[in-house]
Structure formats: structure tokens, C-alpha cells
């Protein structure tokens, strides 16, 4: 939104709905338009000479950018109240452009046990290939993230909340390790979202998102994006323009008309997980939930200290055998089985069967994916509804 003098900062529900919309206004209209080109024609050859001299800010070819992605990058900016924002054609894209475009040979990365399990893969594989190592520290274990900074330490990468057991970072304490190394510090909020936690406000270098998730929002799309200051965005940016993995400004309009409704979506999505974590920490098939909303979950303080909702995935262990477990979820009746979260439908998975399945029984107990374990994503169905088909879906377990 444009800042006029004196005006009052809008709050992040107005930020949702115009952030980054300003300038496209073609034809008056409300919306962004969806630019579908490949490139940007010259008038003439001033109209060159000023473009490439710097004096003109113009397009020229889609790989380095088209209006719809801009638009989109700028509401997002606001959103997380960031510098800059680059999108990426999805989470994955963001995470390891970042890390490539500021890594050299000879760096070291410390990272957090519990983080997105192909991000691990690539800071585990993909980076030593590199002469780029990597030390896997506890989530929770600032003790033990200090002793692993080195020297040639680079970059220190979390998540908050993470998948499955919704582990909550202290920013506080992630503050103190920023004094003490020179490299950056990473956030992937993507399961906080800047409706529940703003990284960057704490000292956080670089927030990752999968707009994947809550900011698209629908289930439809595929999109990632980094946030931070315009210096390290713009690094990422120029690596971009050699490796390629854009969005494609159709993903770029979905993920503007989704984000226009995530402050409501996540709003509710934070209030369905609360009620739905508390039914089931009620319930007698269940043996245990991990909500940070819950006072019984290990980060509760920290959550209620740093975060202004607890977000919309619940996860808990049902009381039962493999066999048990899978009794309840083929008489889900309207909860539908898979991966991913934060879209509008609600969706149930069993990390053990979907996504640990190439794992041994052993690596996956090791990680704490049990056979009972199951994730909830809540989407904004009324939760009365998806507490009634846990209900009688735990009911016909035995
Ligand atoms: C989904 C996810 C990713 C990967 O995002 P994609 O859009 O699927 O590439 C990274 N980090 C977290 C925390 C995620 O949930």
C-alpha cells in the first residue's frame, strides 16, 4: 500500500487485501493483471540505450522478472514487513537458491534437526558435493547450536513451527547466536506465517517461505519466496537470472488472490486448531497431542511469548496398532488423506506410511515417526465438522 504522509500504518488484514497493487491499474481495474509474456518489447533504440545505461526501470525478459511477480513479491514484502521479496516457483527453489547463491566452497551450515526433510537431504548430499558442510544440531538445543558455529560458519537455518511435532524456535535465544557468528541467520516460517510470527522483526537475516502453503492457500499452486533486505534478496535474484525456477505470472496471480484472504484464513485456521487440539487431548483414543497452543506442549511459553497465534496444524499419537490407525483413517468420511497444509481443505496424513515409506522402521522411530502418528492440517471448514468425523472415524478403530 502506498504510505502517504502521516498516514497510520494499516494492519496486516488491509496489507493482505492491497499490499503491492497499486501500480498495475490498467484499464482502473481492481485487480492485478496476469502479464502473459515471455518478454518486454523496445520502442527504440533510446528507449535501449536508457534501459541498459540504468536510467529507465523497465521489464525485458521473463526470466528476469514480469509486473505480476513484482506485484506479488511487493505484497508479500508488506506482509512479513521485509525489504524485498523474490519469488520462486516453490519452496524447495527458495531454500536451496538461497543457500547456493551465498555459500562458497569451504562454508559450513548449521541447521536444525526436525527441518523440511528434503531440505536436510540437501544440506546432508547436495551441499558436500560442494566442499560445503553441514552440522545437524537439536531443535530446541541453543547449547549445542552454539558449540557447532565455526569459523567458516555461513549460514544457521530453522523452522518454525516444525513438521510433525510443531517445535517453536526461540527467537530470543536465536538473537544471542546472532552475535556470536558473522554468517546469516534463516528462517522458513513457512508454518508460522507472517500472520503468527515476522522473523525478521527479531534479527532474523532471511525468511523462506513455500507459498505453497498458507499465503496461496488453496491447494492450487506451487510458489516460493524469500524475504529480507534488498542487498541479500537482490544476491538470490541475481542467481536466479542464471538458474531459472521463476514463477510463472499465472502462479503469481493466484498467490496474490490468495494471500488477499490469508490473514482471515490463518486468523480462523489458529482458532479450528485450538478447539480441534483440545477435543482431541480430551479424547480417550487418543494418547497424546502436540499443539503450541496447548499449555502441555514443550514450547507453550515460548509460543505465547513470540507468536501471536499457534498456527493450523495439529499432530497426535492415536492409542492403537498400525492396523487400528489405519481403520481410522479409511473411515474418514470428508477429511481427505495427503500431504501439505495450509490450503482451504482440510488434510490428514500418516508421516509413517506417506511420506517416511522409503525409510526403515528404525530411521523413522529414530525421527519420532511412529506408526501412530498423524498430522492434521486444518483448512476452514467449520471445525464442529472435522471434530465429528475424527469422532466417529477413532470410534470404529477397535
Ligand atoms: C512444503 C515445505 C517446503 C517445500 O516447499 P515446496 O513448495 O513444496 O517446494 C519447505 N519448507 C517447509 C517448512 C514446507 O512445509
Redo the contacts with the bound molecule.
Sequence with gaps: MKKKQGKVESSIFTRAVHGGEDHFKYADAITTPIVQTSTFVFKNSKEIKQYTSKKLTRYEYGRYGNPTQRAAEKKLAELEGAQDCLLLD??????TSTMLAVLEKGDHVVITDD??G??LNFCGIHLPRFGINSTVVKMGDYGQMKKALRKNTKIVFS?SP??PYLNVIDLEAMQDIRKRFRGLMII?S??ATPFNQRPLEWGMDLV?H????YLGGHNDM???AVLGSTELVDRVREYQRVTGSILDPHCCYLLMRGAKTFALRVDYQNRSAQAVAEFLESHPKIRKVFYPGLPSHAHHEIAKAQMKGYGGVVSFWVDGSLKQVNKFLDSLQSLHIGP??GGVESLITHPATVTYYRNTRKERYALGITDQLIRLALGIEDPADIMADLDQALGKMS
Design positions: 516453490c519452496g524447495m527453489s527458495a531454500v527441518a523440511y528434503q531440505t523452522e516444525t513438521n522458513d513457512t508454518f523462506i513455500s507459498t505453497t502453503k506451487l510458489g516460493g501439505t497444509l
